[in-house]
Each structure stands twice: as structure tokens, then as C-alpha cells.
């Protein structure tokens, strides 16, 4: 384990309040992994990114480096760069002098220097802009420096502080990809804070939700997405509807489910313990309920309210009998039916794709 | 409670692995307590005790049944009020006239306004006996009035809203500049006038700046020595000038003590409600798109009233400015006034060990309160330490505090070993650090503000210390502050009195105090050639500045802090 946070809790005190903003956040991190920490605005990520960099020390806790205590060793000592959300270049430096800075500390020979510059250039992407100034570079450019500045240091762990929030839509996905490619490149391991669910979802290998400065699920991109472990990362993740019941049996990994408000029993899969009469809900996903007849192992009456086409898919809003109201989306609308408005509609789900959880 | 006490220790923890930050605020810390407080706790004290050390408050009910000193309490206060409304008028004038039409010379205008600020505060109320007194040009040589009213209330706020408006203006200018014309275009979307703009969006959101303005000027006013020595006269005592009279005159320290203490009692209350009431009243208008100004916020007739308004004291200010140099090229002002050089020889013969002093003082503590200035404002927005606040209203101070109150201070802390500094150079060079550092700070604190702190964090994951980041990062960032610390410094050591005239002795001399010496005896042609001598050397050190770093520095940052 490269990076270990052991019961880290951040308490701020301002005039008298206090606020937690990190709680009990525990996690290993492992040689050449990239962690998100994925959350709204003000749930600790980044408070917990500013800890393992050194500008924060933690309340309780502690951060392990390389085996190494480093809770309060001050950033410059420890071999941890970051990528910072402005970039945070130095105005007044060139794009070389920019890579070259931590270098210039460390000591380093002109050749080896030099060499180590070509490298990074080359790998992410600048040649030919090495003397520029951070101002004649576009945003993604500027990114780009940041990065290699950052990289160039051969740091145990790469920091990233929502890195491409300033960039527009369609540069944000190819510097993703291209982030990604470079930390695979380089293996190297990697805390990357972000409030994009599909950011954290394209270039994870394990999502950490938080919320209110508690970890609220740690798991694979899928396992987020799909095994959610409370209604939280259900919600935050994706569209989601929920229904509600109660247990009625539990049989190997299948609930049965009972709805009293519609008069109907659903089997799912089983997303945590449960005895029979516990309270719960179905974790439903928009994309999960369909026309196919195969699917008919659950099935949902209701009215369709009204529909958005949306080119590659049609989402399309339902009402039960019971008021509560679904989203529902097809794919492919060329090939299928519209749905129409009004008309009374059947819709099916699958046991897999019915995820029970504790509501 | 515990996990305060805990975050406490981390803060304390924090500055303990840096052992040479803990230094510099530990000797921070040091320095500001016997150069700033340490002065100003003497003035109390010696004010409040009688000759064997005893408590003792008469040399207050002294001063106060005295009726000369009451009157000096109540016209200093008279003339600070009344220069802060004038001032302020003239200043918003300008700002206004200056961002919201399109009035021809402006680049005139802007220069007028500005540069007063290089000039010694003084030499206002030189000019004006020039050319309204006994010998004065326009009421002796044109009108032939010999006893034109020019010493008293009104010739010394004339004096004072001509130095002193310029701060005002560089202040409003900043304020006004600021509004977005939009929001004028808003109003008269709905319905509003030119007038009704003005007066419902223009105006209140102003006030914040006026308010500040006003209180600055009042404390400048206040502090004022140089103009109130020449002007006020014996008819109309001032506290300054009184303290100092009470002590250099009838050597009185107590007195002049207990009048200092007069003083700094406006002065502090006033600059507590600028910095810790007004100046947290701040409206700022964010919009997304850069908007350009119309220019229409003023009607064709307003706008050339305005302007004339401004030439008329644009022309006054000059003419005072001018009759200085006028001044120093005549035999005898308003008697004879043919051409002549005499007077810079005269300037050379008396007074050359005074100009090699001002100059070396000046050269010495401008750097090191530029440099102080900058540490200080790095510590007091990046750094958290406990004590940071003190650190800043300290460090602050010395801008509320009439040098007067420092100067009499000095004296009175420095007069004995371990600290037996009178009649030294070190005394006037650490007078001058100390009571210059603010300017530095305050621009130092403004452009740091606006530096994005990730700049510094991401020097610091790339292994820097704080050493590093700030000499290799902060510093080049706030270069501009620097400079311009480095100006203001400058020009305020080179133009100071009246703590200085406290301090100079017969081998350190300033030629501020020459200036004043001589037309106190009279001899104005003399002062007026000190005057443009010392004025030069202002200007050609900004010139030669402004050309080595390629124009980089503005003279309207950071000017608002800390005139004579």
C-alpha cells in the first residue's frame, strides 16, 4: 500500500462552531491506483486531498506514505505534487521554467534536467510551447503544464483538485482520457477529487462517495453505480427511482418485496441483511425498466406523463397508481415505438437489475 | 473545548516545524513592539506622571484650562473636518468627471490629480503666502491688499485640500472606475434620469468610498505639521504645532506630551471606524462580460461645467505648484523679482550636509521598510499564526498615529541606554522604516489577496520551503507592490517632518526642516529653491526607477497611506 488514511477526522473551529469536515475517513490506497473522491460541494473531498497533501493536519488520524508516518511533515517534504483546479502555474515562469521549478530545488544537473523536461513534454504533449508563458496557453494547455510540472517530480502520489472544472464540455472528456493514459503510462498512484459522477466513473479504479465528511461507499465504478449501498449513492449517482416496501421473504440471494401502496410483490437482488417486515427500498434505474416481455419476472402499471426526446434515447416520465412517479428511458428510438401520452402502459425489470437496499 | 485546544496546538505545531518563520515573527513581533508601541506608551506615560514617577494627570487639566490649548484641540478638529468635506468634494469631482464623461484632457486632468502625492505636503502653504500674503503676488501685486486673512482657518484648509485631494481622488477614482455602467444603462431602462441614476445608484454606492475618504482625509489633516507651522499662525493654534511649540519652545515634555495625547485620540478613532467599519462596506459589482462605458451619464451642458470645474482647480493646483519654482529663480519674492541662480548657491552653501543626509536616509530605510512591508503582508494573508490581528493593527498603526505622537515618542523612548539613539542616524532611519511600512503592506495585502494561495501550494508539493515560495514565487508576484512601497517609501522619507523635526539634530539634518527654518525666517525664495531641489530628486529617482523597470509602476497604487 503506497498511501494508507487511518481514521483521519478534520474538525474546523470558526468563532466558536465547529464543523466536521472530514469523519473517519479510512482507506488504502494501492501502488499505481487511481482513487476518486466523488461528493457534492462541501462533503470533505477536497479537505481530505489538502491532508494527505500537508496543508492540512488532521484533528485525529493519521497518513501513511510509503509506510512512512507523514501526518505532520509540511507538503514540501513530502514526495506528494498536485494538480491544482486553477492550475496554479506560475505566471511569471515559461512552460519549461514552470516544469523545471521543483527540479531547480531538488539540486538537479543541467543535462539531467534538461532531459527530464523532453520527457514529460513529449509525454503530455508541449513540444514546441516551452517558452511560452502560462497567458499564451489555452485552457487545456495550461492543464497540460500543470500536470507535467507535477509528474516530473516522480512523486509517491499525484494529487488532483477537480483538475478539469475550467474546461469546456468537450475538452474535459479528451483530457480525462488523456489523464488517464498518463497515469497508466507512469503508474503512478493517484487521489483525484472531482463532483462529476461521469468523470469519476470513466478513469476510477475505486470510487470513494462521501457526503457530509462521511464516506458513504467505497467500490469499483460499477459497484457504485450498481450495488449501491444506501439511497445516498443511489440518488447521487445517476437517475434513480426507489421504491418502497417491505421484506416478505428472503430466499438465497433474491428478496421478495412487498408494496402495499401498488398491491404488488417484486423480487430483487439482495443488497444487504434483511428479516422479514424490514422496511426497504428498491433501487430502480431508468435504463432497467423496458417493454420485453422476458423481463416479466416484475411488473409495473402506470400512465405515461409525458416524454423528452433526447436523439439517441427517449426519456419518458410514468405515473403509478399509487401518485408516486418513475423515469423510464429507451434507446435507440429510431428502431422502437414512442410512447404516448396518456396511454395506460406495462413495464418490466429484471431481479438482477431490482438492487434492495435499507431505506 | 478539546478539539480547540487540539487545533491550537496543530497551529502552534505548524510553526514550530518552521523555526525560521517562527523567527521572523518572533522578531517581527519584537521590532514592532519598541518602534511603534513602545514610543507611544512613553507619550502616555510620561504625560501621566509628574517628576518623581508619580500618577499624576495635571499636565492634562493643564493643557485643557489653558484656553490657547483648548482653542488648538477644537481647530485642529475644525480644520480636519472641513478639509476632509472639501477634499473629498474636489476628489469625487475628478473621480467622477474623470470615468463618467468624455471630456477632452483627460490625461491632463489624471496627472494634476496624482501628482501632488510626490510633493512635499508643505510647500502647499509656502505658495499660498506667496500669493495671497503680505508680499503676495495676486493680493499685494495685483490687488494691492497687504492684509489679505491667509494665515488661520480658511489659507491652511486651502493649503491642505490641495496637498491632500489627490488621495482622495486615487481612492473615489478606484471606487467609481469600478461601477459598472451597466448598472446606469439598467436604471435608465426603468424609467430613471440622468440625475435620478446618479443620485439612486451612483451616489449610494459610493458612499462607502466617501465615507473612507472623508476619514483618511481627516486624519491626514489632523497629522498635518509642515502647512499648519507656516500657516495657522498665533491667531489660530493648532494641536501639532502646539505640542511641538509646548516642548522644542518652553520645554515643556509633559505638556507637549499630554497635547499629543490630544492628538492621537481623533486620530486613532478615526482610522478604527475607516478600517474596521467602513472599510468592510464595500459594494462590488461582478459581472461576467467586460462592459464598455457609453458615456452618457451626463448631459452635454453638466459635462462642460464639470470640466470647467476641474480646469479651474487643475489651474489653482499648478499655480501653486508653479509659483514654488517661480519662487526659487527671483532675488526677493515680491519685491524684486528679476531672474537669478543665487539662491541654489545659497541652497548648496548652507544646506549641502542636509541634502547628503536627507538623501542617505532616505536610501536606508526606503529598502528596508519596502522589504518589511512585503514580509509583513505575506505573513498577514498567508500565514496563520497566533497574534496575526495584533501584528496587522500594529503594524498598521503608525498610519493613524500624527507624527507629531511619534516623534515626541521617539524622544522620549530612545533617550537613554540600553536604547540611546537620540541625535543618530539609526534614530531617523528607524523612525522612517516603521512609520512608512503601512503603504508597503497595504499594497503588498491587496495584490496578494488577488494572487490565487494554489500558486504558493503547488511551490510548496514541489519540495520548496517557505523561504522558497517566498522569495521565488510570492516575491516576483508582488513586484508591483513592491516598486510602488518602494516609491511611496521613498518619497514620504524624502518630504517628512513633523516626526522628523522631533529627531534631526546638528549632524543629521533633513531638508525639510531647512525649507521650513528658512521661510520661517522669511526667506522664501531660499525654501523655494530647497523645495524644487528636493522635488528634482523625487522625480528624477521615479523617473529613473520607472525607466530601469521598463514602466512597470503606477504612482496611484497603494498612495492613500501616510502623507508628511
Redesign the interface.
Known sequence: MSLILRNVRKVFTSYGTQTVAVDDFDQEIGKGQLVTLLGPSGCGKTTTLRIIAGFEVPTNGRVLLDGKDVTNLPPNRRSISMVFQSYALFPHLTVEENIAFGLKLKRLDKKTMKKKIREMTDLVGLKGLEKRRPDQLSGGQQQRVALARSLVMEPSVLLFDEPLSNLDAKLRESMRLEIRRIQQEVDITSVYVTHDQVEAMSISDVIVVMNDGKVMQIGSPFDIYARPQNSFVADFIGRVNFIDGEVESVDGDSVTVLCSSLGKRFVGSKGGEFAVGDSVRIVLRPESLSDREEDKINILNGKVLKYVFLGSNVEYEIELPDGKRLNAVTFNPIERKFPVVGKETELFFSKKSAWVIKS | MA??G??AK?RF??LL??PVLLLIIVLIFAALAIFIVYPLFRVFAVSMTDKEGRFDLSAYSHAFSNRYMRQGFFNSLLVAGLTAIFGMLVGYLFAYTLNRTDIPLKGFFRTVAVLPIVFPPFIGALSIIMLFGFNGIITAGIFGIRNFPVYGLWGLMMAQVVCFFPVAFITLDGVIGTISPTLEDAAFNLGANRWQAFRKVILPMSVPGIASTMLVLFIESLADFGNPLILAGSKFPVLSVQAYLQITGMFDTRGGAALAVWLLFPSIVAFVIQKYWVGKKKYVTVTGKPTTSVLKSVSKPVKWILFSLCMLIAVFTLTIYATIFWGAFVKAWGMNNTFTLENFRYVFDVGLEAIKDTLIIAFTSTPISAVLGMIIAFLLVRKVFPGRRVMEFTSMLSFAVPGTVIGIGYILAFNKPPLLLTGTLAILVLNFVFRYIPVGIQSGVALLNQV?P??E?????????NR?VFT??TL??IMPAFFSALVFAFVRAMTAISAAIFLVSARWNLITVQILSQSDSGRLSEACAFSVLLIGMIMSFILILKIFLKNKISLSSGGTAGQG
Open positions: 478539539i480547540r487540539e487545533e496543530n505545531l505548524n516545524r518552521d490565487d494554489a500558486i501550494e503547488a511551490a510548496y508539493t514541489l519540495g520548496a520551503d522558497q521565488k514565487v516576483p508576484l
